[in-house]
Structures are given as C-alpha cells and as structure tokens.
C-alpha cells in the first residue's frame, strides 16, 4: 500500500521551530486522512495531529494545539508537520501514518521516523 517517509527532524533549541516532511509513494495518497504521531520515552506512539483527505480539516493533540500546524500537499504526495514554540517535552521520534479522520490511531503502517530533540 502507501510507503511512507518521514523528515526534517533535528536538534532544535527550546522555542525554535521544526518542520517536518512525510513523503508517500504511490497515487492513491489523496485518498487517504493523514496523521502524525510521536514517540517519546514510554512505549506508545502519542497521536500529535490528523488532517482530512484534500486537507479541508484538521485536530490536533491538547498539547500541540496552537504550536503545530499539520498540512498537506496532494500534488507532491507529501504532508507536513509545522512545529513551533518547540519544547523539551516535544522531544521524540515523530512518524506520520494513514489515518481514519477523526481517530487517534494509525490505520496503517509507518515509515523509519524522523528524530526531534528540543534542548532546553
């Protein structure tokens, strides 16, 4: 099905800002609501933000809300993540992944993930 890639990840200061790319292969990425998701020390992959097929609507995490802009672009097959007022506690491997829009979970697989360290 859809492979995915994800980058832009790095070493950022507290404050700073990120943004993160997910590229997908294949020809079917419009049909599908996207997400990202982060994983930091614990075991679970938190969802961050979910965005609709064309990218009419989005949601967010409580925690990221007003700092993170998901969006995305159909031509290029690639869906971003805008981060900004980064904090520590942002840190993590962040992964995008198919979504059913409206749910917290991925619906499918992910890519390697890209790594996001905020320094304090």
């Known amino acids: 099905q859809v492979q995915l890639v994800e980058s832009g990840g790095g070493l950022v200061q507290a404050g700073g800002s990120l943004r993160l790319s997910c590229a997908a292969s294949g020809r079917t990425f419009s049909t599908y609501a996207m997400g990202w998701f982060r994983q930091g020390p614990g075991p679970e992959r938190e969802f961050v933000a979910g965005i609709s097929r064309i990218g009419g609507a989005t949601y967010y995490s409580d925690s990221v809300k007003g700092r993170f802009t998901i969006s995305r672009d159909n031509v290029k097959n690639t869906v971003y993540l805008q981060m900004n007022s980064l904090k520590p506690e942002d840190t993590g491997v962040y992964y995008c992944?198919?979504?059913?829009?409206?749910?917290?979970?991925?619906?499918?697989?992910w890519g390697q993930g890209t790594q996001v360290t905020v320094s304090s």
């Open positions: 992944s198919t979504i059913i829009y409206g749910n917290r979970t991925p619906s499918g697989s």
